[in-house]
């Protein structure tokens, strides 16, 4: 199974951008989805998850209020709404697939990531 990003760009801070995320080769419709980022020089950073059915979603305390997730049930498909972003969003966002967590150590499945750059 291969997950695969799409949706990142540059925007200016106060901007919205929408990141997909589509499961190929596979299904991962009973796994929790999630995004994390990386941004140059920093350590991984958990951004939010959703359960498989949907009904619980966690998301990291630098975007809560900001960014949503939600997923098409039933299929491997996720999105990351992302509102008001911020010069400190900049960063390569990656979709996984595993466990309902905030510890990338237990996501098994990883895109190659897409590159959000927000401008001040």
């Known amino acids: 199974v291969q997950l695969v990003e799409s949706g990142g760009g540059s925007v200016q801070a106060g901007g919205s951008l929408r990141l997909s995320c589509q499961a190929t080769?596979?299904?991962?419709?009973?796994?929790?989805m999630g995004w994390f980022r990386r941004a140059p020089g920093k350590e991984r950073e958990f951004v939010a998850v959703?359960?498989?059915?949907?009904?619980?979603?966690n998301y990291g305390d630098s975007v809560k209020g900001r960014f949503t997730i939600s997923r098409v049930i039933g299929k491997s498909t996720v999105f990351l709404q992302m509102n008001n972003l911020k010069p400190e969003d900049t960063a390569t966002y990656y979709c996984a697939a595993g466990l309902f967590t905030t510890s990338a150590n237990w996501y098994d499945f990883w895109g190659q990531g897409t590159q959000v750059t927000v401008a001040s």
């Open positions: 959703i359960r498989a059915g949907g009904r619980d979603t």
């Open positions: 080769g596979g299904t991962l419709e009973n796994d929790a």
